[in-house]
């Protein structure tokens, strides 16, 4: 009677023990699904908020992991080529350029001059590999250029001196050698050659003729010349 009376007792502590397993079970998979679906949308703000801003830290995290690649190989797609020959362009004609300052710096690949101007008048330019010795427009005076090889750079119609105002204005007052020690490598110098009847003249001493490229920007106005490095 005992053996025959325990098999349903059994049988009833073994039933229980499944169903507990079981849903025990279901519950582990509702909270492993939980889970994926939190990374999955994560991973959808964060996608939405890079197309939206890039203000995101896990977006920008993102990015960084799966796209950094691909950035580096578009951003050098789309560089403008550098070449050693004259590079050439005319005025947008409406007045002349007034240089506020000039400054230079490094970059990745590249070393950039830029002349900043006040106004919304852009100048032309020319920009050229010369032979020394540098000479100063107007009077053709000599003038020291610490250099291995030499680019001139002429803007027009551009000067630092404003001649429309009632009263001569002075609107450049920096100095006529920028100073580049610690800032640039290949670039050794950068002097003012001339500003004369509104053309405004600079030569740039370097290491060695290497190739370059010049751009205009605005807001502010801005003719940039960058000289490769690698």
Known sequence: MNAVGETPRRRAAVAGL???AVL?????????????????????????TTGDSGSSTSAEAATTAT???????????ALPDFSEAQHTAPSDGTGTALLRTVRVGRN????????????DSIPGYRVQWVDGPITADGSGEPVDV????????????ASGVDLSAPQLTVVYDGPDRIPVSGQTVLVTDLVRTGDFESVLSWAAGTTEEVPFRVL?????VRVVVDLQTS
């Not at 025990?24 to 939405?48: F, N, P, R, V, Y």
């Not at 796209?67 to 797609?77: D, N, R, V």
């Not at 950039?112 to 101007?117: D, K």
Request: charged share 15%; hydrophobic share 40%; aromatic share 6%.
């Open 24 to 48: 025990g079970g279901i519950a582990g998979c509702g909270s492993g699904s939980s889970g994926s679906d939190g990374a999955s949308s994560t991973e959808a703000t964060a996608a939405s």
């Open 216 to 220: 205009r920007l605005e807001d502010p």
């Open 108 to 119: 990745a690949g590249f070393e950039r001059i830029v002349f900043e101007f006040a106004g």
């Open 67 to 77: 796209s950094a690649p691909t950035a580096t190989s578009t951003t050098a797609l």
């Open 146 to 157: 610490t250099g291995d090889a030499f680019l001139e750079i002429v803007m027009t119609p």
């Open 18 to 20: 499944t169903l507990i």
